[in-house]
């Protein structure tokens, strides 16, 4: 059984850079048969799809944040991580990992991480 | 973005009585080549990860209840609960993975009434 916890800071200041990994436990990232994404969820709030990313790593991100996200995987440790610059307030929220097939729903989430940015 | 709007925002349904979730996309997510909608429901309980119900608008995710099904093709799609359970209170989600980016519906209470 696949699953996904995510881990990092809860508590970032605005303008820093966010650093989330993702580490998979049950399979192999590198199986090639899935997408790994991020997405985010605001307090009380709908779901954001941040981006994904392929165990080759080739990534694929949302338009209304690519210019401040990175996303890279380590399939030594089995890990893939997200990256999130020049922080503000906006970018509290719950951020999960998930696992996709290639156009398809997600199947698998992790658990969440809260991170609150505020100085 | 192809927008997804759910309706209502909350309901409140008795034990045992059926509650209708909508979902309408603001275009097709109906891939003609292979007659598929993608789109998929989510329910997401308090202090949880959202949890996939439904996949190509219709088919149950294994271990999901069969009081859940979801229906509907093109832009216009249903999730159905058919005899509320005290377990099934939660918000429930579209999604469409017809495009990248992928995208939500706002999300649809559902309470005991």
């Known amino acids: 059984q696949v699953q996904l916890q995510e881990s990092g800071p809860g508590l970032v200041k605005p303008s820093q850079t966010l650093s989330l990994i993702c580490s998979v436990s049950g399979g192999s990232l590198s199986s090639g048969t899935y997408h790994w994404s991020w997405i985010r969820q605001h307090p009380g709030k709908g779901l954001e799809w941040i981006g994904y990313i392929y165990y080759s790593g080739s990534t694929h991100y949302n338009p209304s944040l690519t210019s401040r996200v990175t996303m890279l995987v380590d399939t030594s440790r089995n890990q893939f991580s997200l990256h999130l610059r020049s922080l503000t307030a906006a970018d509290t929220a719950v951020y999960y990992c998930a696992r996709h097939s290639s156009s398809s729903a997600f199947n698998i989430w992790g658990q969440g991480t809260m991170v609150t940015v505020s100085s | 973005d192809i927008v997804m709007t759910q309706s209502p925002d909350s309901l409140a349904v008795s034990l045992g009585e059926r509650a209708t979730i909508n979902c309408k996309s603001s275009q097709s997510v109906l891939y003609s080549s292979s007659n598929k909608n993608y789109l998929a429901w989510y329910q997401q309980k308090p202090g949880q990860p959202p949890k996939l119900l439904i996949y190509?608008?219709?088919t149950r995710e294994s271990g999901v209840p069969d009081r859940f099904s979801g229906s509907g093709s093109g832009t216009d799609f249903t999730l159905t609960i058919t005899s509320l359970q005290a377990e099934d209170v939660a918000v429930y989600y579209c999604q469409q993975y017809y495009s990248t980016p992928p995208t939500f519906g706002q999300g649809t209470e559902v309470e005991i009434k």
């Open positions: 190509w608008a219709s």
